[in-house]
């Protein structure tokens, strides 16, 4: 559908909040970039992390940013999207009959690629968005998960941390290494430079639930009323890059190059999915699982069992998201391409 280009360096880490709505990158240019895309304008960089940003997560109007500075940031994006529109003359993200006007009208109407190719010395600076800073990991931030008010954030120093979004305040610290130490999946993770690699590649709770893929290859599940660990999935030979799961499944894709569906109620692995280069990124939903492994988007049909692929990155693809009949992805060749599901 478009390509975003501007960054100067390998794109981490994205998200966005709907077709017409805000995408925002990442890239070890050490630039976070809010993009229109309503319009595909880049609207200006948002300032602060003192390294660039691993991981983050765009929930509504709130970003949630974390960095190698070892810090997390808050966001407030409300604001800088809705004068945007204003300015523009564009239907507003949540005009619902611009929206359908827009869907059921024919082909999409594309934007001139200059209009996405700011260089980091004409970026706007967008200092107004920032709200708050979650200081206490004293590594890397490499994953995070937002929801209902509480965040929790995975690092490089071997803890997962749990704030309270209201206060500000982490609440809860989780020691990996504890729980590395009474399971029996002891991988040669001691092997992998956290230079490079991630201690806690992602991370998603629901409730009191948490589940957590780490570099010795385990996912582990959590109760967040104890902090305890009380089940580890063993498979994967690699890191685990990647996590999602809902009631009855566990998505998971690591760098040994295979993606895995476990069955919750048993611990088992229904299926398997294997691909010729390390997987660094996955989404799923009832009918498809998004995964970013070598220069494609490989797409996975869960009913038909069956594969497809989007080409165009010309490198290899760092992280996909996608938002009702939106997807996007940013690779190692500094683009994010967004493609219609």
Not at 89 to 111: A, E, L, Q, Y
Not at 124 to 143: A, E, I, M, R, Y
Request: proline letters at 3%.
């Amino acid at each position: 559908m478009h390509t975003f280009y501007g960054h100067d360096g390998v794109i981490t880490s994205l998200d966005l909040n709907g077709p017409y709505g805000a995408l925002v990158t990442a890239s070890k240019d050490n630039t976070t970039r809010v993009w229109d895309l309503t319009t595909f304008k880049c609207l200006g960089q948002l300032p602060g992390h003192e390294d660039y940003v691993e991981c983050m997560q765009l929930f509504q109007n709130t970003l949630v940013t974390g960095s190698r500075d070892k810090s997390i940031r808050i966001w407030d994006l409300t604001d800088l999207t809705h004068a945007q529109v204003t300015r523009d003359g564009s239907p507003t993200p949540s005009d619902s009959s611009s929206r359908s006007g827009k869907i059921n009208g024919g082909s999409p109407v594309f934007s001139p690629d200059e209009y996405s190719r700011p260089s980091i010395d004409t970026l706007t600076t967008l200092d107004n968005c920032w709200t708050s800073t979650l200081n206490s990991h004293t590594g890397p931030v490499t994953c995070l998960y937002y929801e209902d008010q509480k965040l929790l954030s995975g690092s490089n120093d071997k803890t997962i941390k749990e704030w309270d979004m209201t206060t500000g305040q982490c609440v809860l610290t989780m020691d990996l290494l504890w729980a590395m130490g009474t399971s029996n999946s002891w991988a040669d993770w001691m092997d992998y430079d956290l230079t490079t690699n991630r201690f806690v590649g992602s991370l998603q709770f629901w409730q009191y639930a948490l589940c957590s893929g780490t570099i010795d290859g385990a996912l582990r599940m959590w109760d967040l009323r104890s902090g305890q660990s009380h089940r580890t999935l063993v498979g994967h030979t690699g890191p685990v890059t990647s996590l999602q799961f809902d009631e009855y499944h566990v998505v998971s894709g690591s760098m040994d190059k295979s993606v895995r569906i476990w069955d919750l109620r048993t611990g088992g692995i229904q299926e398997i999915l294997q691909y010729d280069d390390p997987v660094n990124s996955l989404r799923f939903d009832l009918s498809k699982i998004i995964i970013g492994s070598g220069e494609s988007l490989k797409i996975y049909d869960r009913v038909a069992q069956q594969h497809s692929y989007y080409t165009g990155h010309t490198n290899v693809v760092e992280c996909v998201r996608f938002s009702d009949s939106v997807l996007a992805s940013g690779g190692q060749d500094s683009t994010v391409r967004l493609w219609s599901r």
